[in-house]
């Protein structure tokens, strides 16, 4: 018989952990039916950790949520933002120590990792109507059939450019040529770009969005795969190396060779500083830049827009998945549910989005049907990203032993090694045996 959730609170449940036996808990609550949160007598507070956004109007926006929750609710929503990259130290360290936040905004398909410090949240995500988003992001959140957080929107990712560069090096215009986009067509444009002193922005450093987003794309467009569908290692193909021989032609031949030591950050700061003419990131550039916060005044007017290019294989994203899940020892996890009730309300659910003029995805494919595409048509590319959204392991099983490969950043240093003269064969060699140290060491 299945256990009943530690989350599933009942209406007197609710009111004794709130302290607030005098309270009056009205209508269905929140979440995406509408309503405002309960409100409790007692004042507590949660903790939630997330990252920095890189539409930092977004962390404001959060900041004024928190704010009228604790009007309503009188439970104090205490945010801490921190780097991305630093979220899976802080999490490792909270789910060894049982202590720590209350709710981690967790990335890609961190649940996977940190399945043991995680609360149940089933009921949650079903009331929630969590059961009909995009496959990509219930694959992260869903762990051995539970779910373990509640996805919330995801990051997309797609190539940006300057449009009168490519002109002028007599490119194409990618945006324009829209789904018919190939890389060979990239490696071609990317070749006299760099010649006219424009070269593309390649991130390959170790870190968590950019690198991925775009060496996984790249692999599985020519065919690559670390695993199959059973999960049994098979980087070492034709595929692969067709892909790695691709990538040095663009690193010579098209790309800012500073590359291997970026984050996500670093090409951020070179399109701004017109170094570089493309580089695959988030909407962020040019939003930031569309709303005064960031680059060269009126820089966004010269921005396009361009999805991953297609090979032989095809066209493919991985979509940066963002998922509140609740930890095990949180001591108030019926205010925790009622945050993510809040977030999740239609209304504030919208502001977030719309916020993000592109930046975040919502997590149906109603949104790709939003009015707000049509206000920035160079972000158009962005409507339809999630539609190629694949995830870490692709085709293979989306668990906690691609989310190692990803962590170890084991593609990412393959094709580094690639790039900086190490042989096919020999990159190929460590890859197989990383890779094998992760997936055959059972269970």
């Keep these: 018989m299945k256990r009943k959730s530690k989350l599933e609170f009942s209406r007197r449940e609710l009111l004794k952990a709130s302290g607030a036996a005098a309270a009056v ?43 009228e929750f604790e009007t309503q609710t009188k439970v104090k929503v205490r945010l801490e933002f921190i780097n991305a990259n630093d979220i899976p130290a802080k999490a490792t360290a909270a789910v060894e120590s049982k202590s720590g936040p209350d709710i981690f905004q967790l990335q890609w398909n961190q649940p996977w990792l940190y399945e043991a410090g995680l609360e ?29 957080g509640i996805p919330h929107y995801a990051v997309g990712n797609a190539h940006v450019y300057r449009k009168d560069w490519f002109k002028e090096a007599g490119a194409s215009d990618p945006q324009t040529v829209d789904l018919k986009y190939t890389y060979d067509m990239y490696l071609a ?47 070492d193909s034709k595929e692969t190396r067709a892909a790695i021989e691709y990538l040095r032609k663009v690193w010579t031949g098209a790309a800012d060779e500073t590359g291997l030591g970026w984050d996500d950050t670093s ?30 005044k009126d820089l966004y007017k010269q921005m396009g827009h361009f999805l991953n290019p297609m090979a032989a294989h095809g066209r493919h994203h991985i979509i940066l998945n963002m998922t509140h ?43 790709e049907n939003d009015p707000m595409w049509k206000e920035n048509p160079s972000l158009a590319p962005f409507r339809v990203n999630a539609k190629f959204g694949r995830n870490f392991g692709w085709p293979g099983p989306y668990n906690r032993k691609a989310s190692e490969v990803m962590e170890k950043y084991i593609i990412t240093d393959m094709f580094a090694k690639a790039v900086q003269g190490e042989t096919t064969d020999a990159v190929l060699k460590f890859a197989v045996s990383e890779l094998k140290a992760v997936y055959e060491r059972g269970a």
């Design 189 to 235: 444009d990317g070749i006299k770009l760099k010649k006219k002193g424009h070269p593309y922005g390649v991130t390959m450093g170790h870190t968590f969005g950019d690198t991925p987003a775009n060496l996984y794309p790249l692999l599985w467009a020519f065919g690559g795969r670390e695993v199959d569908e059973k999960g049994k290692v098979a980087i």
């Design 267 to 296: 090409n951020n700061r070179a399109f701004y500083g017109e170094t570089i003419s493309c580089t695959q990131n988030g909407a962020s550039i040019y939003v930031n830049n569309l709303i005064g916060k960031q680059g060269p």
């Design 25 to 67: 808990v009205t209508g269905a609550g929140v979440g995406m039916f509408g309503g405002k949160a309960p409100a409790f007598a007692q004042e507590r507070s949660i903790q939630v950790v997330a990252w920095s956004q890189f539409i930092p109007d977004c962390d404001v926006l959060s900041k004024k949520q928190a704010e």
């Design 120 to 148: 149940d949240v089933s009921k949650l995500a079903v009331e929630l109507g969590k059961d009909k988003i995009y496959p990509f992001m219930k694959e992260a959140a869903v762990v051995n059939g539970v779910w373990r």
């Design 325 to 367: 899940s609740i930890t095990k020892w949180s001591p108030n996890k019926a205010a925790c549910v009622e945050w993510i009730k809040f977030v999740e309300n239609k209304k504030n659910y919208a502001d977030y989005i719309h916020l993000g003029k592109g930046y975040n995805l919502g997590a149906t494919a109603a949104w």
